[in-house]
């Protein structure tokens, strides 16, 4: 699992093997009551007595769900996970970077956009508005790194609530988002977005003109690139625009 400070380094890494896990939701899969009672799964706080302090992702992870209520549903089926983890191995490269294949043949663009935790309050609501306009009421949240042993696999409605919890949940960590019939995607890493999709999709869940939001993200690229041509948000920008 990627501690926060190691995300920025780690982009262009290796994700490493993505094969599910019988094991992966046996601490998570049970979550706080309302009132943060405590976990009801007698495995997770006999791990963090006994082990000392877990590795600061799934610290916070824990952290994130004393006091919360489930409102994203787990998919524990583990044949489920696979499936899914295939079909995104379909659509992407490195399980972030789109197949240039995939988005010629669906006629897709795709556009980065910065990434602060994944979605700020505006842009959850603003994608959410897009995506039910365009008649998507559900979707799935799939790990691209490994998270053993937290949950790899969400199901969620289009609402601004699940959009909410899926911030706080996974807002550290690298996921891919989209349909059941992969209409369209949002896959979120700890340095940027990518938008995949129609263009007319794409720029309604962005809330600006594909050019703009183009240029907004190379500018900001090219800050933080301090001249390195290889800068990897930067190679990111452009590969896509040439698309």
Same mark, same amino acid.
């Given at each position: ?32 009551? !309302? ?43 583990? /044949? ?12 992407? *490269? ?35 508005? !897009?995506?039910?306009?365009? /008649? ?24 601004? *609530?699940?959009?909410? *919890? ?18 369209? !995607? ?38 933080? !690139? ?15 625009? *040439?698309?």
């Amino acid at each position: 699992v990627l501690c926060a400070g190691e995300g920025f380094a780690a982009v262009d890494a290796p994700l490493g093997n993505m094969t599910g896990d019988s094991r992966q939701d046996t601490t998570a899969a049970t979550w706080h009551d !309302a009132k943060g009672v405590g976990w009801r799964h007698e495995c997770s706080q006999k791990q963090s007595r006994s082990s000392g302090c877990p590795p600061c992702s799934i610290w916070w992870w824990v952290q994130g769900h004393c006091h919360s209520v489930q409102l994203m549903t787990i998919v524990s089926n583990l /044949g489920e996970i696979e499936d899914y983890q295939a079909r995104i191995g379909e659509m992407t *490269e490195d399980r972030i970077q789109f197949r240039t294949n995939w988005l010629r043949q669906r006629g897709w663009c795709v556009v980065p956009v910065e990434d602060g935790m994944h979605f700020s309050a505006s842009d959850s609501e603003r994608i959410v508005l !897009a995506l039910q306009q365009a /008649g998507y009421d559900q979707c799935i949240a799939i790990a691209t790194e490994p998270l053993d042993p937290l949950p790899q696999c969400y199901r969620m409605s289009i609402t601004v *609530e699940d959009f909410a *919890e899926f911030n706080q949940t996974c807002g550290l960590f690298w996921f891919l988002i989209t349909d059941e019939d992969r209409s369209w !995607a949002i896959s979120c890493n700890n340095s940027y977005d990518l938008f995949a999709g129609d263009s007319k999709l794409v720029e309604a869940m962005m809330g600006k003109a594909i050019p703009a939001a183009r240029e907004e993200f190379e500018k900001f690229s090219r800050q933080l !690139a301090h001249g390195d041509p290889d800068y990897l948000p930067l190679r990111v920008a452009q590969h896509y625009a *040439e698309l």
